[in-house]
């Protein structure tokens, strides 16, 4: 079986890189996907729609864009793994998290120890927690082989 895992949260380091190369290396059987990790070309989205001034509509008009392809490849998913990192507030996330609980999908959480507080709730909905990318490719390798 080829599993279909989403990869959702903080675009700013490269732990997306790290599971993917871990699996790889593992020669497990998955397919990646996630939303559009470019900023630029992610809040820009919309902007083929509609000229806007203002920084709400312009986000706003991206985001519906960008809903299209987060939300196929959700429902697409067999397994989520949701990233947060300290340094921004990935409300994106939270979101992402919230849809792949709603739909019945496992999803692991990856955070440091330091924002367990406030992710009580989502940790609670997750079927897992872990802290570093490596983990993940454990529990992706012992999911996809066992």
């Known amino acids: 079986m080829s599993w279909k895992v989403y990869l959702s949260g903080e675009i700013h380091t490269d732990w997306r890189e790290q599971i993917i190369a871990g699996a790889e290396e593992l020669k ?15 809040d820009a989205a919309g902007d083929h729609l509609r000229s806007n001034d203002v920084p709400f509509w312009r986000d706003h008009q991206s985001s519906k864009v960008n809903a299209i392809r987060t939300k196929n490849l959700i429902k697409q998913c067999d397994i989520g793994v949701v990233r947060f990192g300290d340094k921004y507030r990935q409300w994106n996330a939270a979101f992402d998290a919230g849809m792949l609980a709603a739909l019945d999908k496992p999803f692991i959480t990856l955070h440091d120890e330091g924002i367990i507080h406030p992710l009580k709730e989502v940790d609670a909905a997750a079927m897992a927690w872990a802290e570093t990318p490596q983990q993940i490719v454990e529990i992706l390798r012992y999911v996809t082989n066992n």
């Open 28 to 42: 497990l059987d998955i397919e990646f996907y996630s939303a559009n990790t470019d900023h630029e070309s992610s």
